[in-house]
Every structure is written in structure tokens, then in C-alpha cells.
């Protein structure tokens, strides 16, 4: 289940936001002000952030510019009723990945939500290197000190994922949608069996670390 940071002061629209999501099997934290969603932000990891600009104490252009100047890759998408032209281009420009103006169709914002999700997922790069993993897109190999390491297919994204993104914590449930595209079964041992292969094979291949953490409660981290 992708986790979705919602920062709206318009407890009306934030309602109906959250219940949207919930329905459509989104796991929602609310904020209604700048300093609450400074804190979430910095304390917690979110696979996307919906961020009003109009907002009490610190404004989503400021907390926009924090994301960006800490480095957090969390996709952003904008919802706001600032609808000038020079504002949204200015926001696209400083890297947010979409921006919606209010009022809103509940079916665009979930298209929108899905679009940037998975084009997140998507390879930005045709090549991943980790100390001495290499993974390249365009042929779907991966070497450990330039010798291949034959992964299967599933194993393949799994660590292309990790490589991507890391040291985030993937909930079992995100990760579950993420290579499957559907939802985890909470005593489906499918994902824990390839953890735990590909684990075997990047240690027998001579990593120098394990790479893949457990994060007990929650899923899985890769650490650089």
C-alpha cells in the first residue's frame, strides 16, 4: 500500500481527499499546517506528497524548497487554486512532478496520483552503480565486481528498485504493488522467498555488505 503525505489547512477538502485515497487502497497522513508537515517530513518516508501551497505558518512554496534543498526524492504533486501560469511553470520548473488546481475531478487526481507513482518507479537512468553492484537497464544485467550475476526477472526489479532508491524503507506492501501490481496478502511468503534468494546470491557473489536490511515491523531498506 503506497503511503501518501496529504498537507492541506482545509479540513473540508483534506476529508474528502483522505477518504478518496483510503478507498482506492491509498494509506493517507494528513497535516493541516507548515511546521506539522516540516516534522512528518523530516521524521517519516512517503512514496508521495500532495502539497496545498496556501497554508498556516510556513507556506508549500517554503516547504516545497525544503524538500528539494534536503535532497528528498518523495514525488510532490501540487494542489492548489493558485492557478497563475508563472506559478505552476515556476513549480514544474523547481522540479515538482505534476500540479492540480482547485476545484478538482476526483478521477483526475487519481489518474494523476498513479501516473507519477509509476513513472517514479520507472528507470531514470541506464545504469545503477552501488559500490560494487552495477546494474544496467538496457540489457537487464547486473555485475558484481563486472562479474554477471544471474538474477531471475523478479529479482532483477527488486534490485532495481533498491538501487534506485536507496536507503528508503519499502513497506512489504509497496514493494508487493510495485513488482506485482496488486495488493499484499498479509501471510504471503512470495516476496520474503525472494528477498531472501536474492539476498543469497549477492552474498555468494562477494558484495561487501549485505545491502538488503530488514526494518522489523515495516519491510526492507537498501543502504548504500
Known amino acids: ?22 478507498r482506492n487502497h491509498y494509506q493517507v497522513i494528513s497535516c493541516y499546517n507548515g511546521i506539522d508537515a516540516i516534522e512528518k517530513i523530516s521524521s517519516n518516508t512517503y512514496d508521495l506528497i500532495l502539497l496545498d501551497l496556501m497554508l498556516p505558518e510556513l507556506s508549500g512554496e517554503k516547504i516545497f524548497a525544503h524538500i528539494k534543498t534536503t535532497n528528498n526524492t518523495t514525488p510532490v504533486i501540487i494542489i492548489s487554486a493558485k492557478n497563475q501560469p508563472e506559478i505552476r ?6 522540479g515538482a512532478d505534476d500540479y492540480i488546481t482547485k476545484p478538482f475531478y476526483h478521477e483526475e487526481v487519481l489518474a494523476r496520483i498513479k501516473n507519477v507513482l509509476r513513472r517514479c518507479a520507472e528507470p531514470v ?3 545503477y552503480k552501488i559500490k560494487d553492484i552495477t546494474l544496467r537497464t538496457e540489457d537487464h544485467k547486473v555485475y558484481v565486481d563486472n562479474k554477471e550475476l544471474n538474477l531471475t526477472l523478479t529479482e532483477y526489479h527488486l534490485l532495481k528498485l533498491f538501487m534506485k532508491r536507496p536507503k528508503q524503507t519499502f513497506t512489504k506492501e509497496t514493494l508487493y504493488q510495485l513488482i506485482w501490481g496488486k495488493e499484499y496478502i498479509a501471510d504471503d ?24 536490511d530488514t526494518v522489523w515491523g515495516i519491510g526492507y531498506r537498501f543502504h548504500r
Open 189 to 212: 511468503n512470495t516476496l520474503n522467498v525472494h528477498i531472501s534468494k536474492l539476498r543469497k546470491k549477492l552474498d555468494e557473489a562477494g558484495t561487501e555488505a549485505p545491502y538488503i
Open 89 to 94: 511553470i515556476e513549480l514544474l520548473r523547481s
Open 125 to 127: 537512468s541506464s545504469e
Open 1 to 22: 500500500m503506497f503511503k501518501i503525505l496529504l498537507i492541506e489547512d482545509d479540513k473540508e477538502i483534506c476529508f474528502i481527499l483522505s477518504e478518496l485515497l483510503a
